[in-house]
């Protein structure tokens, strides 16, 4: 059973005050906002009706906001789903951590509500950028993705990758034997609005590489430079 895909936005927070907050400038900018108040109520809701964006609060009384994060993505049909992670681990947590843990973008709390709805709304312009009607496929070796379908596949065995990490894949495939520079990796995949940090790009790069298993070669490093797609290495 696949869930129904909604327009709203879910805002997962325990802490009221914050989730209103969020609610109110995310509903201001014009979205619909559910809110969430722990780990279950918001796996439950992306089931029943998944949202266009989850707000993921780390910090959850019940299941932990990155276990939230990894059921999602280990679920076909959500696998996708961006996700914006807050966290108030702030200093311990390294920047990448976010990252690595599957997130489309993170902030640190506190943060701006205003910045967060920036955030929200360029995530969602990359995500909407893809034309779901599109029936391209794009093959190296190995590795097969169906950009319409929004599937990976590495010797056949699918792949589950975020919005993101499809994005840069399906970007750098489009322009094999072509250098990109991080700096234009971050303006074509996460838009020129972007705030983005140093590491963004590196952190993405290094997941994809590692769910894409024996295909990770097809994503040359160019020392000094950025990165290459390579059909065959
Ligand atoms: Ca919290």
Redesign the pocket.
């Known amino acids: 059973m696949s869930p129904k895909i909604g327009q709203h936005i879910l805002v997962v927070?325990?802490?009221a005050d914050i989730a209103e907050l969020v609610r109110y400038h995310l509903e201001r900018a014009g979205f619909g906002v559910r809110i969430a108040l722990n780990g279950e109520d918001a796996l439950r809701a992306v089931e029943t009706q998944c949202p266009a964006l989850i707000v993921l609060?780390l910090?959850?009384p019940d299941i932990e906001g990155t276990e939230v994060c990894r059921q999602i993505r280990r679920t076909p049909e959500t696998a996708g789903l961006p996700i914006l992670m807050l966290t108030?681990r702030g200093e311990e947590m390294d920047r990448g951590v976010g990252f690595e843990l599957g997130a489309d973008d993170y902030m640190t709390k506190p943060f701006s509500p205003r910045e967060l709805v920036l955030r929200v709304k360029a995530i969602l312009r990359r995500s909407t950028r893809r034309h779901p009607d599109e029936e391209e496929q794009i093959r190296a070796g190995d590795l097969t993705v169906d950009v319409g379908a929004h599937r990976v596949s590495v010797q056949g065995t699918p792949i589950a990758l975020t919005a993101t990490e499809f994005d840069l894949l399906v970007f750098l495939m489009r322009s094999p034997g072509k250098v990109h520079t991080r700096d234009g990796l971050l303006d074509a995949v996460w838009g020129h609005d972007y705030i983005g940090y140093d590491r963004t790009v590196d952190t993405h790069v290094r997941r994809l590489r590692k769910k894409l298993g024996t295909a990770a070669e097809h994503i040359e490093t160019v020392r000094g430079v950025g990165y290459r797609f390579r059909r065959d290495w």
């Open positions: 927070e325990d802490e609060d910090m959850l108030a």
